[in-house]
């Protein structure tokens, strides 16, 4: 074998980068090292890597784009030797890259990481948040090691329920349903509707109102959850949503109210998804057992319970 482990860091690098300036501050490395690496990957594999652009950095050929989902796999499985070393001194130890739906990202990654970290401090966690096909895309190709997100039913990858997210009704708290304690779909047929336009969420909420025979009035609509939390506490509608902050203030400083809605509609379900193909580290294992103890349907970190 004529090419190293640090060869395929700077080509990864400055794949994820497009750019072999951004790359070398990233891995603190002299860009003409970069550009030596590629070049003699390029010429050890006999394929062009990176298209070069003048003044407007690289891009990746599609060998190069398949060859870089490889390197990120060799790389991790290179990185866990150290977890292997860690089995025998039974140490969780190592990275660990953590994704979460960006719904309730805000909510369940701050707590969830920060306990862990306190029973696990050589485990160097990242966290990132994403919407949910960029998840599972980055799980795929070994960019996030796990991801919290709803349920995949993909054969390449594995999904452990954790908790059902039971779809409320979002309403400002001055609106005159907003005791009702309870409501159907159906009560709220003539009120403005303000979409949280996400993939997936945008269809599962439509999807009620299908079910129940009528057309949302949308009035607004916001890929940002606070954004519709926002819009909904200020009048302009109300919102279905399934995570539930415990805070029932809104950043524009207006005050919600959450609803039961009465309805025979599934709940989401919450879970855990990692890759089918790629062995865990101890701190994956360790982190997924860290979350079946810490989430449940009854009691999710940042959430308010039913």
Known sequence: MRFTLKQLTYFVAAGEANSITVASERVHISQPSISSAISQLEAEFGVQLFY?????????????????????????????????????????????????????????????????????????????????????????????????????????????????????????????????????????????????????????????????????RIVARSAQPETVRSLVASGLGFSLLTARPKSLTALNGGELAYLYLDDDFPPMKLGMVTAGNIRKTRAVEAFEEHCRKSVSTHSIPGMMNW
């Open 52 to 216: 070069r652009h003048h003044a407007q950095g690289l891009s990746l050929t599609p060998a190069g784009q398949r060859l870089l989902v490889a390197a990120r796999n060799l790389l991790h499985q290179a990185e866990s030797l150290h977890d292997l070393a860690g089995e025998i001194t039974t140490t969780v130890a190592g990275p660990l890259r953590v994704g979460a739906f960006r719904t309730f990202a805000p909510l369940i990654l701050p707590d969830l990481c920060v306990n862990f970290a306190d029973l696990h401090p050589k485990v160097a966690i990242e966290m990132f948040e994403d919407d949910e096909a960029e998840l599972v895309a980055k799980v795929r190709s070994a960019e996030l090691d796990i991801a919290l997100t709803y349920e995949q039913r993909d054969i390449d990858l594995k999904f452990e329920q954790l908790a059902l997210l039971p779809t409320y009704v979002l309403m400002p708290a001055r609106h005159g349903l907003a005791r009702s304690g309870s409501l159907k779909l159906k009560d709220l047929a003539e009120q403005p509707f303000v979409l949280l336009d996400l993939p997936v969420s945008r269809e599962y909420f439509l999807s009620l109102f299908t079910k129940v025979g009528i057309t949302p």
